[in-house]
């Protein structure tokens, strides 16, 4: 006792001095990043001041300009370069020489690059905010929520977990491989490509970014020509961090341009990450095909929002206005399609109509709106055809908020949020995605009604169920057919970022978000070595050695020893357990086997008498042998 006293107390003095030193923060380093040209301070050059009007249509490569302008107030931004095929496979193979030294690099020194970021983006939110406000047209709560609550949680999710879901996981080895180890290893793939889409310019260029680098991946992201001035902003951020951790210079590449840079970055990479429309996603997935490289698709939705009669009608509508106007409805996972009980249709429309009836969109800087503008130019019209279809097949508005004073050139960017009653599904809103303030609202009268209505769609991304009944609201998210669901609740499932995210049917498929997107970044390599090495190792017995006609046994012979072989595995897995000794060891019968080779059933009980041996050599068996059992 006297030898060991001391060593417990040094031993419980080291645990104490872990603990205390895990509390201390770790040393992060702040960065300065050039802000100077994005600040809206009224002193613009004359260059940047004037009111840009688009051309309408799909901006093609030729142009070689992507032009910037703010949707609220019309203002031009900047442009920049519509990068070339061969531009663009330049920048690959710069971020793939830089991946090579990435991929050595330690767990500690990428959690070191995430708290830089993590530091930076608390410290600059407001600004983040403004410039993703300034390109997208969102109001400054709505960036606040979507761009900078979801990529803090994402990063705080890979600093706490990230490392522990990328070491090697260990799996069972089968009866079978007693003696070997299983495990499964996750490795870099090496570039990934991302091509996001506008909504969310900030978050949807580190969503990706965060989870291939901390797998020691590189990536090259494709942001959308909607918002390219906010995203090569964003690219300083990144680079000033990876610069502070002493990361290779090209490990993250951001570029710009159209349709012929994004597919040249399809063909250049090991992986796609997609953003965007199902179109585009099917012409990036016949693209991958021809390097036959993985792909995720997060291809938007029309997700059902699911009112039953149970719920507190007040509490609930303030929930539905949140979900349908969110970033002026311009949200993959928005509500889309409302489904409310009939006896509460009446006032939940009543309700909800009073709420949009005192929202105001206007340009989101001026401080005093509700709601931004529409980001994409012609987008309106498009919104305006699919409440007009509508009307035509016998749908009503009872309720349109306001549009402030904006002025004529900007009346085109800017909707109304709108509530619709009498809806049904021979309605295009009520079929193809809006991407807009718009709330349809339907009534049923069944739960069984309420799940075919909400999964009689092409989508299939996310839902929302609200009942007084947890249960029956949770009852009923398990019959529809989406990869996300929010029980009494609003898109809370992306907020929890050790989720995956993401859909099915025409809203794609594959995960990004929680382990799975994680993994999603990695080789995911089988390996398997032997337990006990170098004690025990596989030796191939002489009857099954080739060729067989030098000792070995004939093919017609061996198929025979099949049986044998899992009558033994049987009895090894009986006689493990403590119930059945005895009977386990009088399974082992091995049929006569009519062959020239008599070595045949000696070896494959010596085998069977070894393996019994080596399962439980003392345990089960009174007198903690094979041959004291079989004496009894």
Known sequence: ?????????????????????????????????????????????????????????????ADRKVKC??????????????????????????????????????????????????????????????????????????????????????????????????????????????????????????????????????????????????SGNSIVIKVSEHASWSGCFYYRIIQSALAAVGAPENLVEVITGFAETGEALVSSVDKVIFVGSPGVGKMIMRNAADTLIPVTLELGGKDPFIVCEDVDVEHVAHIAVRAALQSSGQNCAGAERFYVHKDIYSSFVNRVAKIVKSVSAGPPLAGKYDMGAICLQEHSEKLEDLVNDALEKGAEIVARGSVGNIGAD?????????????????????????????????????????????????????????????????????????GVAAINDFASTYMCQ???????????FGRFAGVEGLRACCLVKSVVEDRWWPFIKTVIPKPIQVPFHMGGLPARVLIQTIPVWQDMMDSISHFTSPR???????????????????????????????????????????GGSLRQAKRK
């Open 1 to 61: 006792m006297a030898f060991w006293w001391p060593l417990l107390v040094l031993a419980f003095a080291y645990a104490i001095c872990r603990f205390l030193f895990m509390l201390i923060p770790p040393n992060v380093p702040s960065i300065e990043v050039d802000a100077s040209d994005v600040l809206d301070d009224g002193n613009q050059t004359q260059e940047n001041s004037f009111i840009y009007i688009p051309p309408r249509g799909r901006t093609q490569q």
């Open 69 to 214: 302008y703010e949707p609220a107030t019309m203002k031009y931004l900047g442009f920049f370069p519509a990068l070339t095929p061969a531009e663009v496979k330049e920048r690959v193979l710069q971020a793939r020489e830089a991946q090579k030294i990435w991929a050595k690099s330690s767990f500690k020194q990428r959690r070191q690059f995430l708290r830089i970021l993590l530091n930076y983006i608390i410290k600059h939110q407001q600004l983040i905010c403004e410039v993703s406000s300034r390109e997208t047209g969102k109001t400054m709560v709505d960036a606040s929520l979507g761009e900078i609550m979801t990529t803090c949680e994402k990063i705080t999710w890979l600093l706490s977990e990230g490392e522990r879901w990328l070491k090697p996981e260990y799996r069972s080895s089968g009866r079978s491989m007693l003696h070997k180890k299983s495990k499964v290893e996750f490795h870099p793939l090496g570039v990934i490509g991302a091509i996001v889409s506008w909504n969310y310019p900030f978050h949807n260029i580190f969503n990706p970014m965060l989870a291939a680098v901390f």
């Open 410 to 482: 900007a009346v085109d960017q800017f909707f109304p949020p709108t509530v619709i009653v009498n809806v049904n599904h021979t309605m295009k809103l009520m079929q193809e995605e809006a991407f807009g303030p718009i709330m349809p609202i339907m009534k049923f009268s069944t739960d069984e009604e309420a799940v075919r209505l909400a999964n009689n769609s092409e989508y299939g991304l996310g839902c929302a169920v609200f009942s007084g009944s947890k249960s029956r609201a949770k009852e009923i998210a398990s019959q529809i057919h989406c």
């Open 498 to 508: 050790s989720l995956p995210f993401g859909g099915v049917k025409h809203s794609g």
């Open 580 to 622: 059945r000794p005895l009977i386990a060891l009088q399974t082992i019968r091995l049929p006569p086997l009519k062959s020239k080779h008599g070595l045949l059933r000696k070896e494959a009980s010596c085998t069977a008498k070894r393996a019994v041996s080596l399962a439980s050599p003392n345990k089960g068996v009174p």
